[in-house]
């Protein structure tokens, strides 16, 4: 299935190396060497030279990854965090995310390069950028930092994730000494 490249975009491809520009940035990825990538009348076809395991795995992968090239240089990606805690906040002071999750400390997190964060609210982060794997790795990343408890639910959660909580101790019914 070959990645329609829309207007505007422009698509370099020189050995491996492919690179997307658009509206939003510029990406650059390197592709296995038994993936070929060609270009055709506003097209990115993705053939393969052999037909073991290995290669058919990488021809859908490389696929998807040009695929999601060309989504991120157009509209780019996004993933929202809440925070769910009482006292839990989060604030934006320069460039860095300041949060406030139950430690005795304010915890301070620099986001990597063609990421940015913004904070709505005070429990609502939002993260996005042109590149898909680094906006869901800063993602993972933030998450990691207050795992929701899956006992009273607070900590750092995806939108929309929903957190089994689990039953507490169950209480002694029976008078003691008998």
Same mark, same amino acid.
Request: zero cysteines; proline letters at 4%.
């Given at each position: 299935?070959?990645? +329609?490249?829309?207007?505007?975009?422009? /698509?370099?491809?020189?050995?491996?190396? /492919?690179?997307?520009?658009?509206?939003?940035?510029?990406?650059?990825?390197?592709?296995?060497?038994?993936?070929?990538?060609?270009?055709?009348?506003? $097209?990115?076809? /993705?053939?393969?030279?052999?037909?073991?395991?290995?290669?058919?795995?990488?021809?859908?992968?490389?696929?998807?990854?040009?695929?999601?090239? +060309?989504?991120? /240089?157009?509209?780019?990606?996004?993933?929202?965090?809440?925070?769910?805690? +009482?006292?839990?906040?989060?604030? $934006?002071?320069?460039?860095?995310?300041?949060?406030?999750?139950?430690?005795?400390?304010?915890?301070?997190?620099?986001?990597?390069?063609?990421?940015?964060?913004?904070? %709505?609210?005070?429990? $609502?982060?939002?993260?996005?950028?042109? %590149?898909?794997?680094?906006?869901?790795?800063?993602?993972?990343?933030?998450?990691?930092?207050?795992?929701? %408890?899956?006992?009273?639910? $607070?900590?750092?959660?995806?939108?929309?994730?929903?957190?089994?909580?689990?039953?507490?101790?169950?209480?002694?019914?029976?008078?003691?000494?008998?």
């Amino acid at each position: 299935m070959p990645v +329609v490249i829309p207007a505007g975009v422009k /698509v370099k491809i020189s050995g491996q190396e /492919v690179t997307v520009e658009g509206s939003k940035g510029k990406l650059t990825r390197t592709f296995h060497p038994d993936i070929t990538i060609k270009q055709e009348e506003g $097209k990115l076809i /993705v053939t393969r030279d052999g037909d073991d395991r290995l290669q058919r795995s990488l021809h859908g992968l490389s696929r998807s990854l040009l695929a999601n090239m +060309v989504d991120g /240089v157009t509209r780019g990606f996004e993933k929202n965090l809440e925070l769910a805690g +009482v006292g839990y906040r989060a604030q $934006k002071t320069g460039n860095k995310l300041t949060l406030q999750i139950g430690y005795s400390h304010p915890v301070e997190f620099d986001p990597p390069g063609g990421i940015d964060i913004t904070v %709505d609210g005070t429990n $609502k982060i939002r993260i996005s950028g042109v %590149d898909r794997e680094l906006v869901g790795e800063t993602a993972a990343e933030i998450r990691r930092l207050r795992v929701p %408890d899956s006992y009273k639910g $607070k900590g750092i959660k995806y939108a929309g994730e929903k957190i089994r909580l689990k039953p507490g101790k169950a209480g002694r019914t029976a008078a003691k000494g008998k």
